[in-house]
Structures are given as structure tokens and as C-alpha cells.
């Protein structure tokens, strides 16, 4: 049975096997603990995991922003979205993205941001099966250091 609840500092290391099979790289685990108790205390951010007989197998982050435009009403990005391999196609995605968008819904969001890769193709085919469109809008992205 899959669990979506929060992520807690015991699951830190799991996050970071996560991350590191998301972005083929390992994570700093000093600095992601550290980062990680920085998110924690800021009520915008949600960091759901998805456990399966209590492992991690999956996640996302949503993060809560006010808008100034119009009725000003905030809207959510969704970043680091992952499921691991050894989960993929179970329904893990779907119940991680749909508990962070009943989040979005009772934080009155007006829209959710996805972006992924150009890449990621059946990722792609997978956000569209739960009602995302490709807009067909740029994404720019300016790295601000060596990474």
C-alpha cells in the first residue's frame, strides 16, 4: 500500500537515493539536511513522499507563491518530481500529484507550474494523463553557478 504523507529528517537519506536516480548525481547530504530544516519551518513549501511498506519511493515539492496579478491569488510550482525505477507504473506519480494538488486546492491556488525536461518523454505522456497541457510557452532557465 502506498502512503503519501510529508517527509520527515529520518527519511533524509532515502530522499537523497531518490534525487541522485532523478539527477544522476549524488546530494550533499550535510547541506540537504540543512536546507531541508529551512523548508520544514516555511509553511509554502510541501515535500510529500510516497512510502510503500515504509521505503520512500517517491516525491515531489510543491511550492506556494503570491501572484499580484489579478484577483492575486497564489499559484503552486511543482519541482523535483521522482518515482524510483523500482516503482514506476504502480500508481505512485499519480497519488504523489494528487495529494499536492488537493494542497494546491486548499491554499486557494489559481493554477500549478509544472516544467520537465524536453527530454522526459513519458514523463510527459504521464502529466498529460492527469489533465496538464503543454501550453507551448518558453522556459528559460540561467544557472547562477557551476553545478
Known sequence: ???????????LPE???LYQELMNKP????????VFK????????????????GELLG???????????GDCKPFMVIENVVVSA??????????LMNAIE?????????????????QRKEAHVFYESLGYRDEKVEGYRKHLSSH
Do not use: P
Not at 500500500?1 to 527519511?11: L, T
Not at 493554477?111 to 525536461?117: A, P, Q
Open 1 to 11: 500500500m502506498v502512503v503519501i504523507k510529508e517527509i520527515e529528517m529520518e527519511s
Open 15 to 17: 530522499l537523497g537515493n
Open 27 to 34: 546530494s550533499d547530504l550535510n547541506r540537504l539536511e540543512e
Open 38 to 53: 529551512g523548508v520544514k519551518a516555511d509553511n509554502r513549501y510541501i515535500l510529500l513522499g510516497a512510502f510503500v511498506e
Open 59 to 69: 516525491s515531489l515539492m510543491g511550492i506556494v507563491c503570491q501572484d499580484l496579478v
Open 86 to 95: 523500482r516503482a514506476r507504473r504502480q500508481g505512485v506519480g499519480k497519488k
Open 102 to 118: 488537493q494542497a494546491a486546492r486548499e491554499r486557494d491556488c489559481y493554477y500549478i507550474i509544472l516544467v520537465s525536461g524536453e
